[in-house]
């Protein structure tokens, strides 16, 4: 006679995670704070924003209260037919022009010399951060004031090189100099422009630069032993190499560069639409045209610079 034996169903054991997915959940724990301050603070704003740049509120006396006026694009309409917004905002854009590439090329040129071994490297480090911190808080808001106040003064900078006192070097000294090699004005404008602002390079590479030896660091030395073995020069080594390891730095010290460029306290367009513009609904409407402006060039760059940007494959 058979007997029916009750077979328990062997229990199904969990697999480990694996060191991709814990470090993706410690990731999710560590943005976490940012996503919430996303949703809860910064998405009511930026809606209350949207609605307060198409809509007003006007006292009606027979009322007694606040009535809503639909505008429309009324106010965007007002913003970019005043003359002085639009000025600045051109300016804005032939300072972003000059600053980025000049930021990149520097902080990338200091962070491969602060790689190398060398006595004092981490003294050298700390001396080119210095200005991060410094240039925050009180000191941003005197450059700005000053840098606004100079824009409101003399107007703006149109790249003529005219001679100032805070000025290092004038267009005729540049034009002395590569006299003889058929330069044109615009390069010797944007020379002239380089060595007046080098103040303002160097403390906002900072971050750049700290990006840039995190990249330089992440970089197997295997690589450059074998390039050695192959006999390739320091030159070939950083062209053949070094660049297109760190090239996704490059993107991400880009980006950071234009949006730091288009935000900080000392942007004439920033100073004018925040200090100069009474009227808060057309206030809000410049920041929002001037924002998508930013995303526009964000957008355009990254489209163009992906395509050269190599990324390493881990498999």
Not at 51 to 65: R, Y
Not at 116 to 132: C, H, N, S, T
Not at 153 to 164: A, K
Request: aromatic letters at 12%.
């Amino acid at each position: 006679m058979d007997k029916s034996v009750n077979v328990k169903p062997k229990r199904k054991l969990l697999r480990p995670a694996t060191l991709n997915e814990r470090k993706a959940r410690a990731g999710y724990v560590f943005v976490l704070p940012f996503i919430l301050g996303l949703i809860l603070i910064y998405i009511p704003v930026i809606i209350d924003s949207i609605w307060f740049s198409f809509n007003s509120l006007v006292w009606d006396a027979s009322v007694m209260d606040y009535v809503l006026v639909p505008k429309g694009l009324e106010y965007y309409q007002t913003a970019m037919s005043t003359s002085t917004f639009v000025e600045y905002l051109l300016s804005g854009l032939q300072q972003l022009i000059f600053e980025v590439p000049a930021i990149i090329i520097f902080s990338l040129f200091i962070a491969v010399v602060l790689n190398q071994k060398m006595l004092g490297r981490a003294v050298f480090r700390a001396i080119f951060f210095i200005p991060v911190i410094i240039a925050t808080g009180l000191m941003e808001s005197i450059n700005a004031s000053d840098v606004f106040s100079d824009s409101t003064e003399s107007g703006i900078d149109d790249g003529s090189g005219s001679s100032g006192a805070s000025e290092i070097i004038s267009v005729m000294d540049v034009e002395r100099l590569f006299g003889s090699m058929k330069i044109g004005q615009d390069l010797v404008v944007y020379v002239v422009d380089l060595v007046n602002n080098v103040y303002d390079i160097i403390n906002y590479s900072g971050v750049q630069m700290l990006i840039f030896l995190a990249g330089l660091q992440s970089i197997s030395p295997a690589i450059y032993e074998a390039c050695q073995i192959e006999g390739a020069t320091a030159w070939e080594t950083f062209w053949k190499v070094t660049f297109p390891m760190i090239s996704p730095m490059i993107l991400v010290n880009a980006i950071y560069t234009i949006i730091d460029s288009f935000t900080k306290n000392s942007n004439i367009t920033m100073s004018y639409i925040s200090s100069n513009v009474t009227d808060m609904h057309l206030a809000t409407a410049m920041s929002w045209i001037y924002f998508a402006i930013v995303m526009l060039i964000i957008a355009v760059f990254v489209g163009i610079a992906s395509s050269f940007i190599f990324y390493q494959r881990r498999d």
